[in-house]
Structures are given as C-alpha cells and as structure tokens.
Nanobody, 116 residues
Framework: QVQLVESGGGLVQPGGSLRLSCAAS????????MGWYRQAPGKERELVAR???????LYAESVKGRFTISRENTQNTVSLQMNSLKPEDTAVYYC??????????WGQGTQVTVSS
C-alpha cells in the first residue's frame, strides 16, 4: 500500500501561481507514471498532467504552457507548478500513482481556488 499526500493548494487570484506537491510513502520509481488529476464541482475527474518513470510528460491541452509537472525520485515527490492560473482551474487536485495491470493509488486531494 502506498500513501500519497498532496499539499500546496489554496486561494489565488487569476494570473497567480501555485505549486502543488505530492509526497509518496513508497518508491515512486516503481510506478509506471505519476499524475495530477482534477475534479471541479459537477464535472468528472480529468487528467491534468502525468510523468512516466522515464520522465516523459503529458499535459491536458487546457494547461499546456502554463503548468509543469516534475518528479524527484530520490525524495519520492511529484510537483505541479501552476502559472497564469484561471478561474476555470478551480478544482480539487489529486495525485495518482499509476501502475500497469494493477490498482492505482490516489491521494486525498487538495483544493485550488482561483478567484479575485
């Protein structure tokens, strides 16, 4: 069992920045990928960004050029740098440890609110 704990959420004005972090209790290098997902009220959970153990990244079109995902394998952390935030980025953000052919692990989520 792997525990994922997100931090760094909060309230920010449009155009501002936040950095989310996800700390894993186990070795994240063992996972196929680590990802950030988000869920806004009344909407389905969606992929924001993910990064494989080899460092290959994938971003949702809506965040390309504004968000950057990174991982630090020695510290078992994954971060999401979010710049130029928009009100539509408001959501609960979840960290996910992705495994091939096995159950994935989710964090408990952290709230991000973009509002003036």
């Amino acid at each position: 069992q792997v525990q994922l704990v997100e931090s760094g959420g909060g309230l920010v004005q449009p155009g501002g920045s936040l950095r989310l972090s996800c700390a894993a209790s186990g070795n994240i290098f063992n996972f196929y990928a680590m990802g950030w997902y988000r869920q806004a009220p009344g909407k389905e959970r969606e992929l924001v960004a993910r990064i494989t153990s080899g460092g290959i990244t994938l971003y949702a079109e809506s965040v390309k050029g504004r968000f950057t995902i990174s991982r630090e394998n020695t510290q078992n952390t994954v971060s999401l740098q979010m710049n130029s935030l928009k009100p539509e980025d408001t959501a609960v953000y979840y960290c996910k440890a992705i495994r091939l052919g096995a159950t994935d692990f989710w964090g408990q989520g952290t709230q991000v609110t973009v509002s003036s």
